[in-house]
Every structure is written in structure tokens, then in C-alpha cells.
């Protein structure tokens, strides 16, 4: 550790930078990691019984588990969250009948949840889908949210920083040179 110690001034600068950028990288890794890689604690406990269309119970576990591990590869917020992006299916609903409940519960939006299995996407419950990948029902809602609205996703927690600071240089720069454009038409 010793020898990794500089003292002078110019060093400070960037090696307070990369220190910052590291344990944040590594606190969203930590965040982003798979907390079960093996599934253990899973369980298929769906309510919802035999549903043509729901293949929660025909799925093997070891595709189960593959679809989480694809998933979590890359321990990256905006990474996973395209990857399930892509298991989503965003839909609006077909509203035929007034009667059929399920439509009035949530008009604006059908959300339709597949994993792949034995080469084919197959759609399963959100309840399985969370339990698969091990996420929070409020990460999914914000991901079907952006997909619904088109914007793509975005990384809000805390941004991107360096994204953020080269605005801030550029418009400075920006600032700066009409500053002296000004003062040449004098
Ligand atoms: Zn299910």
C-alpha cells in the first residue's frame, strides 16, 4: 500500500478521479450482481393454474436458470435493463367486451412477460418473471413505462456522470467562445 502512496499535487487530481469512478462502479456491480446464480430459493408458485397461454409450469428449470444467468452476466443497470427489455412485450389492450375484467383493471397497458426457452420465447406470469430474475415489480413497471413511452431506457439513478460533466465543459466552451465572438465584433 505503501508504494501506491504519491504525494505532489499533480497526481492528486486524477487518482482522487479514478478511486471515485471505482467504488462507484463497484457499488453498482454489487447492486446489479445475482444475489442466487443457482436459483435455489426458487419455486413455481403461481395461483393462476393451467392457462393456455402461460407456460409458467413447462418450463425447465435449467432454461430458467440459463435466462437468469444470460441476465446477469453483466452486473450493469442499463445493461440488464435492455436485456429485459426484450422480454417484454408491451401491448395495448384490445377492449372488446365491457365486461371482461381483466382489461378494466389496466387499461392503458398490457405487459406480456417471456423467457426463452428450448429456442422459443414463451410467455410466463409476472410473477414467475420476477421470481426468475430476482427483481422488484417497481423495475419492471419503469422499464414497461419507457417502452411504453418510447424513450428508450435511461440510467436515472445518479446518471452519467461523465456524460454530464462533458455538457457542462461543452457548454462553458460554448459560453467561452461567444464570449470572444463578442468582443472581436467591437
Ligand atoms: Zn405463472
Known amino acids: 500500500m505503501d508504494e501506491e502512496h504519491i504525494v505532489g499535487d499533480e497526481d492528486r487530481g486524477s487518482r482522487k478521479r479514478k478511486w471515485g469512478a471505482t467504488s462507484r462502479q463497484r457499488q453498482k456491480e454489487i447492486r446489479y450482481d445475482d444475489p442466487d446464480p443457482n436459483l435455489d430459493g426458487f419455486e413455481v408458485s403461481c395461483k393462476h393454474g393451467r392457462n393456455k397461454k402461460l407456460s409458467c409450469k413447462d418450463i425447465p428449470f435449467e432454461d430458467l436458470r440459463r435466462c437468469r444467468q444470460k441476465f446477469y452476466s453483466q452486473k450493469d443497470k442499463v445493461k440488464q435493463h435492455t436485456k429485459l427489455s426484450h422480454l417484454i412485450e ?3 389492450p384490445r377492449r372488446k367486451k365491457r365486461s371482461d375484467q381483466s382489461f378494466t383493471r389496466n387499461r392503458s397497458i398490457t ?11 414463451k410467455i410466463i406470469c409476472q410473477k414467475m418473471f420476477l421470481k426468475i430474475f430476482g427483481i422488484s415489480q417497481k423495475r419492471i413497471q419503469n422499464i414497461s413505462r419507457q417502452m411504453k413511452a418510447g424513450s428508450g431506457i435511461s440510467e436515472n439513478r445518479g446518471g452519467d456522470r461523465r456524460l454530464q460533466k462533458n455538457v457542462e465543459k461543452r457548454k462553458k466552451v460554448k459560453a467561452f467562445i461567444a464570449n470572444l465572438k463578442g468582443q472581436e465584433s467591437h
Open 111 to 121: 405487459v406480456h412477460y417471456n423467457v426463452w426457452s428450448s429456442n422459443s420465447k
Open 90 to 92: 408491451i401491448g395495448t
